[in-house]
T-cell receptor, first 109, second 111 residues
Framework: RKEVEQDPGPFNVPEGATVAFNCTYS??????FFWYRQDCRKEPKLLMS???SGNEDGRFTAQLNRASQYISLLIRDSKLSDSATYLC??????????FGAGTRLTVKP | NAGVTQTPKFQVLKTGQSMTLQCAQD?????MYWYRQDPGMGLRLIYY???????DKGEVPNGYNVSRLNKREFSLRLESAAPSQTSVYFC??????????FGSGTQLSVL
């Protein structure tokens, strides 16, 4: 079983839609959690960290559920510029950081 | 700000050839990583180094060796390249518990 599993996608949504991604992790001792964004042929870049209390950054909301061992990312009012691949990352046993396979999002006009 | 610098950006090898991918960071990070990325597979950890002088295997270490030359530099070596090692390779660094900073990647083709 992979350490981190993620919705396979792809997700194709119209502009203005709300879209949610989920990611599960297998090691209950995992300590830190992140969402990264990766544009085509580019390196991943941090989108946001995920905190136990949940956190929001503009149209993006990340949540952590330790009991069920999953993290989620909600994007509201999708923009064309949100089209990218979204990767979840889990610091399994620091500094060992594992990534999900990524979910590709395409926002269409 | 340079951040994480990896070289080369592109490389074509023949089966059986060897090569070393170089990575350097200027953020004084303790931890450094090598990942490979294949279509549909996401980022898979090859090796990481928690600190200078230490290295540990990740998910897919077979066929690779690494060297943490000093705090700044972490190299990845393919001793005898195979077509299955065709991939995009990313180097990254972090403080250990926090986010990773990535290099711009190396596209490697093994023919």
């Amino acid at each position: 079983r992979k350490e981190v599993e993620q919705d396979p996608g792809p997700f194709n949504v119209p502009e203005g839609a709300t879209v949610a991604f989920n990611c599960t992790y297998s090691n209950s001792a995992s300590q830190s959690f992140f969402w990264y964004r990766q544009d085509c042929r580019k390196e991943p870049k941090l989108l946001m960290s995920v905190y136990s209390s949940g956190n929001e950054d503009g149209r993006f909301t990340a949540q952590l559920n330790r009991a069920s061992q999953y993290i989620s990312l909600l994007i509201r009012d999708s923009k064309l510029s949100d089209s990218a691949t979204y990767l979840c990352a889990v610091n399994v046993e620091p500094p060992d950081m594992r990534f999900g396979a990524g979910t590709r999002l395409t926002v269409k006009p | 700000n340079a951040g994480v610098t990896q070289t080369p950006k592109f490389q074509v090898l023949k089966t059986g050839q060897s090569m070393t991918l170089q990575c350097a960071q200027d953020m004084n990070h303790n931890s450094m990583y090598w990942y490979r990325q294949d279509p549909g597979m996401g980022l898979r950890l090859i090796y990481y180094s928690a600190s200078e002088g230490t290295t540990d295997k990740g998910e897919v270490p077979n066929g690779y060796n690494v060297s943490r030359l000093n705090k700044r530099e972490f190299s990845l070596r393919l001793e005898s390249a195979a077509p299955s090692q065709t991939s995009v390779y990313f180097c990254a660094s972090s403080s250990g518990f926090e986010k990773l900073f990535f290099g711009s990647g190396t596209q490697l083709s093994v023919l």
